[in-house]
Structure formats: structure tokens, C-alpha cells
């Protein structure tokens, strides 16, 4: 996994469809799991989205406050059945999993972890662990070489283990979903300095989207 440096000195490591190419070419999902549009976290992720869209990847954007996706009740049917019982819009993500070459994750960081809205489709994955693991029959292509790469913003200056927390949570969450855990981009102090003003990281972003069509 690679970790994009920022001058800060720590790693920087609604649905939209994006993309008009209609052949065989890879896609991408890119996730923002912030409640502000528009904001730190989705400019990172747009940025990526640019060099993806450079590489004729198509692309599909989702704003997690934009769906609904209910909580993990612990009912145990996946565990049974392989498949989730709640009826919302997490059935559209499984299929966006399965289908995706590039997963995109963004999410601020709240109590130095992510978003209740990224918390809560996470745990909706246990479907997939236990499809895997409980009944040894992965309802998600266990073949397909998929990459995924992980924002997150903190608007606090940068202390020791600040982004400590996340990465264990999204590294599960990678592997749920059948994906190598490539790059992260974790920065801090956006409270103080808008990621407007730190152009060097918008660029970095805007290439490891490029690097991933590679």
C-alpha cells in the first residue's frame, strides 16, 4: 500500500454515472462518505475521478447522505442465505462491488475514525464475510483483480495516530469486497487549510487516479 506525503507531514495516503464509453473498459466506483458536498473530501476524490476519466475508465460517483442504507441489525441471515434481507439502496452497492475494477473510498475523520455514513455500509459487507467464510461460497468475484484506495480528511493539525483508527477498518472493508488495498491519501489540518490551497495534493491525487488504470 502506498502513502502520498503532504507538506503537512502526514500521509495523504446522489449517484452519478461519469463516462460515455460504451465498449468493454474497465470501471470504477468512487464512494464519498462525507455529509457536506462538495467539501475536502469529495474534491480529493474528484480528483482521482479526473485521472480515471483520462483513461476512458467509466465511472460511478455515489454520495452516501444521498442514500439509504440501514444499519446492520446482527440478524444473522446473510450467515444463512448469503444475502442481505434489508431491502435499500445497499443492494444497488453490492452490485457496484461486484462489478467495479476500482473502488474509491472518501470519507472526514470523526473521533479519528470515519463517517457514521461509511461505518454503516461497512457493516452492511458482513454479507459478504460470511458468504465467504460461514458458508464458503463468495457471493462477490473472488477472481476479479479489483484496486482501492482510501481518503481521508481531518480538519484537526496532524498528531501521532491520527488516522489509526480508519486504516484497520477500511483494510477489512477492502478485503470484504475482493480488493488490494493500494494507496491512501490521509490529511489533516483542513480546518486551517482548505485542500483549495494545497494544489501539490490535488495533482498527486489527480495522477494515482492514472496510476490505477495501469
Not at 500521509?11 to 467539501?39: F, H, M, Q
Amino acid at each position: 500500500m502506498k502513502d502520498l506525503k503532504s507538506n503537512e507531514g502526514v500521509g495523504v495516503g446522489r449517484v452519478k454515472l461519469l463516462g460515455c464509453r460504451s465498449d468493454r473498459v474497465k470501471k470504477a466506483l468512487a464512494i464519498v462518505g462525507s455529509p457536506r458536498r462538495n467539501k475536502n473530501t469529495e474534491k480529493i476524490v474528484d480528483r482521482i475521478v479526473e485521472g480515471l476519466l483520462e483513461k476512458d475508465i467509466i465511472v460511478k460517483k455515489v454520495n452516501l447522505k444521498d442514500l439509504k442504507i440501514t444499519p446492520c441489525t446482527a440478524c444473522g441471515y446473510c450467515e444463512n442465505e448469503g444475502s442481505c434481507i434489508i431491502d435499500d439502496d445497499m443492494q444497488n452497492l453490492y452490485k457496484d462491488f461486484d462489478e467495479s475494477d476500482i473502488i474509491i473510498l472518501g470519507s472526514p475523520v470523526y473521533f479519528n475514525t470515519v463517517s457514521t455514513y461509511v461505518k454503516a455500509m461497512i457493516d452492511r459487507c458482513q454479507m459478504f464475510w460470511s458468504s465467504k467464510y460461514v458458508l464458503n461460497k463468495s457471493v462477490i468475484d473472488a477472481n476479479k483483480q479489483r484496486q482501492g484506495v482510501f481518503v481521508a480528511v481531518g480538519g484537526a493539525p496532524y498528531t501521532k495516530g491520527q488516522f489509526d483508527a480508519c486504516v484497520p477498518v477500511v483494510d477489512l472493508f477492502f478485503k470484504s469486497i475482493n480488493t488490494k488495498y493500494s494507496y491512501n491519501i490521509l490529511l489533516s489540518n483542513t480546518d486551517k487549510v482548505d485542500i483549495t490551497k494545497r494544489q501539490d495534493i490535488l495533482i498527486e491525487a489527480q495522477r494515482i487516479g492514472s496510476e490505477l488504470v495501469k
